[in-house]
């Protein structure tokens, strides 16, 4: 016996769906095998025919080394009826309506399949492996085009009554605020979504704002990006330095509101605007000093996630380590 | 072997202290033997001494009976450290900082104690006898001079990382809003403590408002109630009404937030706030279901707390019966 327990774990992801072979020994994990494929190169019945072959590959190849693998774990961007392994809905994936895909790639694969939503995943990968290992109360913030979250609380993924908790972007910051997406009003995602933070920019730009982003971009704005702005930044640009320190600001009345609430041991920011690092980290940290209650923010930490593009196969296959379930 | 399992629960609120003797029996309680104090007459030490006083009597009548006490729960409204079953703070009490009032009971009583925050009890009481009766995951919200919230998550009490989860009225409703006692700006407890409420009110009458409040009150105002705005709401006193309303708005914007957050089955409220019962509750529920995400408003219940006064000892000796640890 080599004390090591392997399993598949999945990112299902907007562009890309990444796989890998994991070997989990205590409180360590290693990739032993990696594939991917473009997730819009195939509808979603070949997709799934997709994920069928690579998994049973990904097998093959364990058995082959003498191991066996315990499960498969799934992380998918949209709302998961974990208990069922339904696929509820997907964010900027169509065709994925209620699918029941753990049923579609159990009588297949005769693994057991456990699917969850990428951002809990995300959360559990910082909390057994990351920036957050050994804690018990752990959020995790998803900073891009939107806001999502991860909640560890008691040392476990808290998924809420329908699968829908953590909806960290729709927490209103102003009452009467910008509308939003999703029906509301003011929510933190109009303030700190990739978009909002361009627009913004751009917005101030046409107005006459002076920034040396000016010289990097095209007469009509249209390719400037986030990672020009963070650049421009760390060059000192006045306009671009004010820029993140307001979108930190926002992030900060949002994390103290959520501290307040929670209490939680580390918060851990991850997504494309956490790329910006230190840029919003310290408007970020100076606010929630500033809002949330003393007790909950004196030992608090805020960091950015350790993973980045990884997190999504370690927490999947981390949630296939911890789950049980009998085919 | 009667079946029943009795235990003691303490409310040690700001005005009274109650005790009551409870029995249990599976998924109902009766109060037994009941007696309360008031807070004031005693300082720290001497409440102490009232409190062992109290238990052991109610325990000495128990014993008579042929029962045997499982355990006391008491309920304060602060911090409690409840691993260590020390008082961290109290809100309205002085000499209450950091007490270990588990060890001082224990060493007199006999009998193994369990101390925790009122709200966390009041969120217990409902979720196991109440209004949220069988449910998982529910949220209760303490609607008085301060707000304050109880968490029952996965079927139990979530406490945070410091015990100092459930600040649910420091929460951010407009991010540059009035500034809060806790030091941030713009907190729920701004827009709907009692206090802001009246204040709101007197400060409209003295601008010219016409209302028949104004027929029931001192002509400087300092006599008003949240009872009489009630009352004369209910008489369709528009300015009232309309107070009310935007009260609920406010509630149901924080509700909202919550809900997005932790998809709850059930929100309980409690406190004075909620005693203006279908004059809040009918703005509340509007709010929220134009703010929070359809999949976690669509079974959502959002109703006053059943229990109202006797929360607390329900509460607290539900805590006792739930709770293990031998002496």
Known sequence: MSGYKYTI?????????????????EGSYRIEGYSLFLTQNYNRDELIEQLVIRIIKLKAE?????????GVGIGVPGRVDFRQGIV??????????????????????KVPVFIDNDAN??????????VAKGVDNCVCVTLGTGIGGGLILNGKIYRGTNFAAGEIGHITLNENGPVCACGSKGCAECYVGNH????????KMRKGAQTSLK???????????LEMISKAARQKDAFSMILWHEVGRHIGVLIAGIVNILNPEVVVLGGGVAKAGKLILDPIRMTVKQRAFKVSRTNLIIVVSKFKEKAGIIGAATLALESNRKL
Chains 1, 2 share one sequence.
């Open 215 to 225: 010289t990097m971009i095209d007469k009509r704005y249209s390719n400037l990006t």
């Open 196 to 203: 909002y933070i361009l627009e913004q920019a751009i917005q």
């Open 62 to 70: 364990s058995i082959y080394k003498g191991h066996k693998i315990k």
């Open 121 to 130: 995943l995300m959360a559990l990968a910082e909390s057994r492996f990351g």
């Open 9 to 25: 774990g999945v990112d299902f992801g907007g562009t890309y769906v990444k796989l890998a072979l994991l070997r989990f020994a």
């Open 88 to 109: 509820c809905d997907l964010t900027n994936v169509s065709g994925w309506r209620n699918v029941n895909l753990r049923v579609q790639l159990e009588t297949k694969i």
